[in-house]
């Protein structure tokens, strides 16, 4: 795979950045790395949000090798995600699998956007996607649309995650998806709406020596689509930084790691685990100064039944300078508890 990676690095940028759609909605089974990535915020129209949620699902190859005759073989790993946040009841619920890929069971195909982790799903379809997913004491069905195109994170979809040059990903995004769903929480059925953010992304290395990260994806009320992320050392010191920010009439942009500041301004301490997480955030790029604050404190996700890794995964909401709120999605924070696992 670090062969795989220096051929790559020696193409130049635009060559590696062609992504091709269909085809780049679908896996990438010779990459190491890949993940499909969905959040959103869910109630009454024209009142704040009630609910927030995550569905992710990892693909990795497996110990079988690729070429192994038996399709029951381990020749890829899928891992997904999930989790509701109650933000009344300030209560998060999720759950996690780690399956093999099976035909028709556990898959994630190839040419186009269809996962199945059993009865965990994602699919495009002619309007946008449709998703559902279980998870304790709930049920949720998601009908997503979009008529935007994709956002090509980074240039061209070619995503830096530092100043070697293999460390990149392919990496676009799906935000301001309209969304309809249903849910099934403790037997009680609810028919909500609201906004979600999709990210699909894969690499074959660009981690490095980070030893964790901190990103966000924000919908804003003004049709605008936020993404910054930092990926820090060790030592707790930034390595590298980047994002984006879609606004409706205007050309994508792209943000260099020096146009990027992300401050924690609070922290919270897990009675579970001990770890410590930045919870709101002072913000400042291209897209102006701003202020990141949880919806709630405990939304840390100890996935290490699956992935190995405990990390925070929660509904946030956005604050322009003048403390106004302007929009809501999501926040993700790894490397508190633990080190993430390396590419």
Known sequence: MKRRALLLAALPLHARAALRFPADFGAHPAQSIEWWYVTGLLGTPGQPPRYGYQLTFFRVPGPAPSDHPSP????????????????????????????????????????????????????????????????????????????????????????????????????????????????????????????????????????????????????????????????????????????????????????????????????????????RWPVAWRLQSPAGEMRLEAAFDAQEVDARRSSGLVYWEGAARLLDAAGQEIGWGYLELTGYVGKPPMV
């Open 72 to 275: 029951l073989a381990a020749k890829q790993l899928l891992l997904g995600h999930v989790a509701l946040s109650d933000l009344v009841a300030r209560k998060q619920r999720h759950n996690q699998r780690l399956l093999r890929a099976l035909p028709g069971v556990v898959e994630a195909r190839v040419g186009d956007c269809a996962l199945k982790l059993r009865d965990w799903t994602l699919a495009r379809t002619a309007e946008g996607y449709r998703a559902a997913f279980t998870g304790p004491g709930f049920t949720l069905e998601l009908q997503l649309a979009t008529s935007a195109p994709p956002l090509l994170q980074g240039e061209g979809g070619v995503s830096r995650k530092g100043s070697d040059e293999d460390q990149f990903s392919h990496y676009y995004s799906r935000p301001q998806l309209a969304t309809t769903a249903d849910l099934m929480l403790d037997g009680r059925p609810q028919r909500l709406a609201g906004r979600a953010w999709l990210d699909h992304e894969w690499s074959d290395n660009y981690l490095g020596d980070t030893a964790g990260w901190d990103w966000l994806g924000i919908n804003l009320h003004d049709g605008r689509a936020l993404t910054l992320f930092q990926l820090r050392r060790e030592d707790g010191q930034r390595d590298w930084a980047g994002g984006s920010v879609r606004t409706p009439g205007q050309a994508d942009r792209s943000f260099r790691p020096d146009e990027v500041v992300m401050t924690p301004l609070r922290h919270w301490t897990s009675p579970v685990t001990g770890g």
